[in-house]
């Protein structure tokens, strides 16, 4: 009996781990969900309770040292590497995550946000953007060392 007490106390342990290795918070490697190709990492982190996403890395060809022409007011000409394009979103249940502010540098836009990981594959996330009732989803590939 006492073993089977041991045994359940370390499946317990390892399911803990295993959850708690499934988050959002990490670095993720966008697709273009036109194109197919990669076009930046995003590290991806709470603050505050709150979840943040910076551009750490471009991987386009050309544009690694891309600046915010398109954009307005402090963001006008800035680098796009280094800059927060997801800020203040907050956990919902389901694991969802919603915010206000998703930014995408290329089209100067701010969106509405829905973020999760894929209940199928937790090295994928599913990041959409709203813009009234348009939404449009992309899935970011987990960063593996």
């Known amino acids: 009996m006492k073993h089977h007490k041991l045994l359940f106390f370390f499946i317990g342990i390892f399911l803990i781990n295993f959850s708690f290795g499934q988050t959002v918070f990490d670095e993720w490697k966008t697709i273009d969900d036109r194109t197919g190709k990669p076009k930046g990492v995003i590290k991806i982190y ?8 910076d551009i750490v890395k471009i991987l386009e060809d050309g544009k690694e040292n891309f600046k915010c022409t398109k954009c307005e007011g402090d963001l006008k000409d800035k680098p796009v590497l280094g800059m927060t394009i997801i800020k203040a979103a907050e956990a919902h ?7 206000k502010y998703l930014f995408d540098p290329e089209q100067a836009m701010t969106f509405r946000c829905k973020i999760w990981l894929n209940p ?24 593996k060392d």
């Open 93 to 99: 249940s389901g694991g969802e995550w919603k915010g």
């Open 120 to 143: 199928d594959n937790p090295n994928e996330l599913k990041v959409r953007g709203y813009l009234a009732f348009i939404f449009r989803t992309q899935t970011w590939i987990r960063v």
């Open 46 to 53: 709470k603050k505050d309770g709150k979840m943040y996403g």
